[in-house]
């Protein structure tokens, strides 16, 4: 549990959303998550809403910071299901979480996806801003994939608003392991089969050919 106080901070134009809705998905992701995943999902929250700015995208910051706050929720033994995607859960945590502040069933809908979809490469960045800047953030932070694109003082402030341990890298893949390792067929056909077979040699993955070829059309 993370029970770390979280200062608001303005980093190139971007804030925290400072509304019920906003302070209210801080504490309830503050309250169950792991300081290295609470600090995590903020900086998904600034690189994906720079990363926003940078791309002239409109986009509502509150849905934004629920996607980000909300994208690795299903990794915690207190929201994870014992056989859906941790993806899927974590978007239905978010759905439950929007549905008592009057959102629309639109709005809950695109945050859903955006938090279903983050794993899933190629495709959030060819939908509605909100998906697609959720999947932007964590690229940057996990992958590092846009790295270049955010000016050094940008990243050195969100580092410094939501420390970035040095041993991050091998912390995110164990949390990973550890929100996946009771339902590894939930990995079958996204990234996080990588993980599974990175830290367990023993699991063999499943095969999109092998399903075809096995099924029961003559």
């Known amino acids: 549990m993370c029970n770390e106080t979280n200062a608001i901070a303005d980093i190139g134009g971007v804030t925290i959303p400072d509304s019920a809705l906003g302070r209210a998905a801080t504490e309830f992701v503050r309250d169950v998550s792991t300081p290295l995943l609470f600090h995590h999902s903020s900086r998904v ?57 009057g959102i629309t069933q639109q709005d809950i809908d695109t945050v859903w996806a955006a938090i279903a979809l983050h794993t899933t ?14 999947t ?41 392991y550890d929100g996946i390792r009771h339902k590894p067929e939930t990995t079958f056909g996204n990234v996080k089969g990588d993980v599974i077979a990175m830290k367990d040699p023993a699991f063999r993955p499943g095969n999109f050919c092998s399903v075809i070829l096995g099924s029961r059309w003559d």
């Open 45 to 101: 929250y600034y690189f994906g809403a720079i990363a926003g700015r940078q791309r002239n995208l409109r986009y509502d910051p509150e849905l934004l910071y629920v996607g980000a706050m909300f994208h690795d929720i299903g990794l915690l033994e207190s929201h994870s299901s014992p056989d859906e995607r941790f993806e899927v859960d974590g978007a239905n945590a978010a759905r439950d979480f929007l549905a008592g502040y």
């Open 121 to 134: 490469p190629g495709i959030p960045g060819h939908m509605h801003p909100v998906i697609a800047l959720v």
């Open 136 to 176: 932007a953030g964590v690229e940057m932070d996990v992958l590092g994939l846009t790295y270049d694109r955010y000016p050094d003082d940008i990243r050195e402030a969100v580092v410094a608003a939501h420390p970035r341990p040095a041993d991050f890298k091998t912390g995110i893949i164990d949390a990973f």
